[in-house]
């Protein structure tokens, strides 16, 4: 008995090594961009336990499974920076929002409220988005509101980084002056640069913190809030604010260096009058190439070669769309950036290293050993919104690309002798 029992004991064990085993995956024949270098190169890449454990450009390493991607191109996983994926289902319906909040300001965070099942998922992952940084909508405050990192597998068990990034905006608005808005920022930084940690130690010393300031008090603030504004100053959390005009950006810049922010401006579509201060100040930018020529007086100078213009004077680029539920369409944006003078390894880079690069995304956006491996195997150019990918790995894992749209396809096109009220 107690022999049969080892017996069991060992098979088990042989299974479980055999399985381990069977989990390494070599993709190969791939044409690579990497996220890394401009060009591409032929190779083959070995995972292991979901991580790029090898890359060759001659050998084909050993593993038990092997997809030949027979010199398809072969990307990373591409991070959208800008999106509401898991917050919202559907923007006219207040009961599919979480993306607001009735008590909190600055310091609220979307996190807990991110729904791994929402159907913005598969439909994004199934054109290449293998990650998302999901924001809130902007608050009252100029400043304000916790942004995190979701990968896309839609699993319950949600693989995330929360509140890596607070929102903002500035610019011109039909509410105030962007006189009053550039100062209620700047007191706002002035006021939690002056805290220390035994002002934080506690939500009682923070509420007298409070209570001695009339900016706070006026504003309103909570303890979550104060916390939020001194990650800021103390912590280096990144800073978006989307911001237009050249002279607004000027201003931003200003800000930045008074207070050493980490500043990432958003839309910049006058950034090509002021590409020199961008890049002496190592200002990243999210710059959306669809959205090309004015729509207010903010963006006057707004112009198709701009991406080509900051590329070329060497700006931290990342790429948006107008949200919706269509994120992947920073695809097309990249390709009309290539389209007008972009590199296209720089447009790769754009959707992909440099996302994770200017989050701090440990391990992600590239092709590299050692990072957990989020690739996708793309059926043609990556760049072409026709083209879809062929594989899409998340941590390793080859993940399911069917949606909502191909189960409505594979419904309707089947029985096609009977009415649609009668087909499965």
Same mark, same amino acid.
């Given at each position: 008995?107690?022999?049969?029992?080892?017996?069991?004991? #060992?098979?088990?064990?042989?299974?479980?090594?055999? #399985?381990?085993?069977?989990?390494?995956?070599?993709?190969?024949? +791939?044409?690579?961009?990497?996220?890394?270098?401009?060009?591409?190169?032929?190779?083959?890449? =070995?995972?292991?336990?979901?991580? %790029?454990?090898?890359?060759?450009?001659?050998?084909?390493?050993?593993?038990?499974?092997?997809?030949?991607?027979?010199?398809?191109?072969?990307?990373?996983?591409?991070?959208?920076?800008?999106?509401?994926?898991?917050?919202?289902? %559907?923007?006219?319906?207040?009961?599919?929002?979480?993306?607001?909040?009735?008590?909190?300001?600055?310091?609220?965070?979307?996190?807990?409220?991110?729904?791994?099942?929402?159907?913005?998922?598969?439909?994004?992952?199934?054109?290449?988005?293998? !990650?998302?940084?999901?924001?809130?909508?902007?608050?009252?405050?100029?400043?304000?509101?916790?942004?995190?990192?979701?990968?896309?597998?839609?699993?319950?068990?949600?693989?995330?980084?929360?509140?890596?990034?607070?929102?903002?905006? #500035?610019?011109?608005?039909?509410?105030?002056? @962007?006189?009053?808005?550039?100062?209620?920022?700047?007191?706002?930084?002035? #006021?939690?640069?002056?805290?220390?940690?035994?002002?934080?130690?506690?939500?009682?010393?923070?509420?007298?913190?409070?209570?001695?300031?009339?900016?706070?008090?006026?504003?309103?603030?909570?303890?979550?809030?104060?916390? *939020?504004?001194?990650?800021?100053?103390?912590?280096?959390?990144?800073?978006?604010? &989307?911001?237009?005009?050249?002279?607004?950006?000027?201003?931003?810049?200003? =800000?930045?260096?008074?207070?050493?922010?980490?500043?990432?401006?958003?839309?910049?579509?006058?950034?090509?009058?002021?590409?020199?201060?961008?890049?002496?100040?190592?200002?990243?930018?999210?710059?959306?190439?669809?959205?090309?020529?004015?729509?207010?007086?903010?963006?006057?100078?707004?112009?198709?070669?701009?991406?080509?213009?900051?590329?070329? *004077?060497? +700006?931290?680029?990342?790429?948006?769309?107008?949200?919706?539920?269509?994120?992947?369409?920073?695809?097309?944006?990249?390709?009309?950036?290539?389209?007008?003078?972009?590199?296209?390894?720089?447009?790769?880079?754009?959707?992909? !290293?440099?996302?994770?690069?200017?989050?701090?995304?440990?391990?992600?956006?590239?092709?590299?050993?050692?990072?957990? +491996?989020?690739?996708?195997?793309?059926?043609?150019?990556?760049?072409?919104?026709? !083209?879809?990918?062929? &594989?899409?790995?998340?941590?390793?894992?080859?993940?399911?690309?069917?949606?909502?749209?191909?189960? =409505? @396809?594979?419904?309707?096109? &089947?029985? =096609?002798?009977?009415?649609?009220?009668?087909?499965?």
């Amino acid at each position: 008995m107690i022999k049969n029992k080892f017996l069991l004991a #060992f098979i088990i064990l042989s299974s479980n090594s055999v #399985f381990l085993e069977s989990s390494n995956l070599v993709i190969k024949n +791939a044409k690579i961009y990497d996220g890394i270098e401009n060009n591409s190169y032929q190779g083959h890449i =070995l995972i292991s336990e979901g991580v %790029i454990s090898k890359i060759s450009k001659t050998s084909i390493p050993y593993a038990e499974k092997i997809y030949d991607a027979k010199g398809k191109i072969v990307t990373p996983g591409f991070i959208a920076p800008d999106t509401q994926i898991g917050i919202i289902e %559907i923007g006219a319906l207040s009961v599919t929002r979480d993306d607001e909040a009735s008590i909190y300001n600055i310091g609220f965070s979307i996190h807990d409220a991110f729904n791994p099942n929402s159907v913005l998922i598969p439909w994004n992952r199934a054109n290449g988005i293998t !990650s998302a940084i999901t924001l809130p909508r902007n608050t009252s405050s100029p400043i304000g509101g916790l942004g995190s990192f979701f990968l896309l597998d839609s699993n319950l068990d949600i693989s995330s980084e929360a509140d890596i990034v607070m929102i903002g905006r #500035f610019g011109g608005s039909g509410s105030s002056s @962007r006189a009053e808005t550039l100062a209620l920022i700047d007191d706002m930084l002035s #006021f939690v640069s002056s805290l220390d940690k035994k002002d934080m130690s506690s939500d009682a010393s923070i509420d007298k913190v409070i209570d001695d300031s009339s900016l706070a008090s006026h504003m309103d603030f909570k303890p979550r809030d104060v916390k *939020a504004l001194y990650r800021l100053i103390n912590d280096n959390l990144p800073l978006i604010i &989307k911001a237009h005009r050249a002279s607004d950006i000027i201003k931003l810049i200003e =800000l930045k260096n008074t207070y050493d922010l980490n500043l990432i401006i958003m839309g910049a579509q006058e950034a090509s009058l002021v590409t020199d201060e961008i890049v002496e100040n190592n200002v990243p930018l999210i710059v959306n190439p669809i959205n090309n020529i004015p729509n207010s007086f903010d963006e006057l100078a707004s112009n198709i070669n701009m991406t080509s213009m900051l590329e070329k *004077a060497g +700006a931290t680029l990342m790429f948006n769309v107008s949200r919706s539920h269509n994120y992947h369409l920073i695809r097309q944006g990249a390709g009309i950036a290539v389209a007008n003078g972009m590199s296209y390894g720089g447009a790769i880079k754009a959707l992909t !290293s440099n996302v994770a690069k200017t989050f701090n995304l440990n391990n992600r956006g590239s092709i590299k050993v050692g990072n957990m +491996a989020d690739i996708v195997v793309w059926e043609d150019d990556p760049l072409e919104p026709s !083209s879809m990918p062929e &594989k899409v790995f998340i941590n390793g894992v080859d993940t399911d690309l069917t949606t909502r749209s191909t189960r =409505l @396809r594979d419904r309707y096109i &089947k029985d =096609l002798e009977k009415p649609n009220t009668y087909r499965n």
